[in-house]
C-alpha cells in the first residue's frame, strides 16, 4: 500500500486530455513537501517529468503539465500521443515517521487508444 | 553530461549479500545526494535510503534498516548499495537516483536515473 494513492490505469484517445491524481496526507503532499512526477517507458528507467510540482525539465513538451493543491497533486497530459503510453509516478516526502522520507505513489498505467 | 551507470545483473541464491555499485559522471559527485530505489516486476516504485557522498551519512527506509548498506567511494565518485540476507522478494531492478534539487540540498526530486540493475534471488 502505497503512502500516494494514484489511479492505477488511465486511458485516452489520441489528441485528448488525460489527468493522474496523486492523493496524499497531511503528513506529506499537505504539510508542504513538493510533489515531482516520472514517465517509465516499458523496460526503461524512470524519467523525470515535473520537478517542484509545476515546473517542466528542458525537453519536456509543454503537453505536460503538473498542479498542487492541499493534499493532492494532478498531472495532466493534453494532446495524446502513442508514445505518451508509459507507467507515472508520482514522489514527495513524508514526515510521519522518524523522517523526512522519500513516498511515491503506486503508478498509473497510461494506455493510448 | 550528467550520467549514472550502474552495475551488470546479478543472480544470488537466498541469504546471500549482494552489493550493485552506480558510478557517476558530469558533475560533482560529493556535491548531490544519492538515492536507492527499487522496482520488483510488475511493481511499482519503493525508496531504501540516501547517502551523502561527501559525509558518507546515510538515512535508510526503516523497511531496510539493519539489512541495507550505502557506501560511496569519492575516488571514482561511485556509490554502492548493499543488501544482505536476501529473500525472494528481493528480487528486482535497483536504481540509483542523483537528488536534483541542488548543490548540498534535500527533499527534492531525482534525476538522472541509472539504468537499473536486474538482482535475482533464486535457490
Known amino acids: 500500500q502505497s503512502v500516494l494513492t494514484q489511479p492505477p490505469s488511465v486511458s485516452g484517445a489520441p489528441g485528448q486530455r488525460v489527468t493522474i491524481s496523486c492523493t496524499g496526507s497531511s503528513s506529506n503532499i499537505g504539510a508542504g513537501y513538493d510533489v515531482h512526477w516520472y514517465q517509465q517507458l516499458p523496460g526503461t528507467a524512470p524519467k523525470l517529468l515535473i520537478y517542484g510540482n509545476s515546473n517542466r525539465p528542458s525537453g519536456v513538451p509543454d503537453r505536460f503539465s503538473g498542479s498542487k493543491s492541499g493534499t493532492s497533486a494532478s498531472l495532466a497530459i493534453t494532446g495524446l500521443q502513442a508514445e505518451d503510453e508509459a507507467d507515472y509516478y508520482c514522489?514527495?516526502?513524508?514526515?510521519?515517521?522518524?523522517?523526512?522520507?522519500?513516498?511515491f505513489g503506486g503508478g498509473t498505467k497510461l494506455t493510448v487508444l | 553530461q550528467v550520467q549514472l551507470v550502474q552495475s551488470g545483473a546479478e543472480v544470488k541464491k537466498p541469504g546471500a549479500s549482494v552489493k550493485v555499485s552506480c558510478k557517476a559522471s558530469g558533475y560533482t559527485f560529493t556535491g548531490y545526494y544519492m538515492h536507492w530505489v527499487r522496482q520488483a516486476p510488475g511493481q511499482g516504485l519503493e525508496w531504501m535510503g540516501w547517502i551523502n557522498p561527501n559525509s558518507g551519512g546515510t538515512n535508510y527506509a526503516q523497511k531496510f534498516q539493519g539489512r541495507v548498506t550505502m557506501t560511496r567511494d569519492t575516488s571514482i565518485s561511485t556509490a554502492y548499495m548493499e543488501l544482505s540476507r536476501l529473500r525472494s522478494d528481493d528480487t528486482a531492478v535497483y536504481y540509483c537516483?542523483?537528488?536534483?534539487?541542488?548543490?548540498?540540498?534535500?527533499?527534492?526530486?531525482?534525476?538522472?536515473w541509472g539504468q537499473g540493475t536486474l538482482v535475482t534471488v533464486s535457490s
Open positions: 514522489q514527495s516526502y513524508d514526515s510521519s515517521l522518524s523522517g523526512p522520507y522519500v513516498v
Open positions: 537516483a542523483r537528488e536534483a534539487s541542488g548543490f548540498g540540498e534535500l527533499l527534492g526530486w531525482f534525476d538522472p
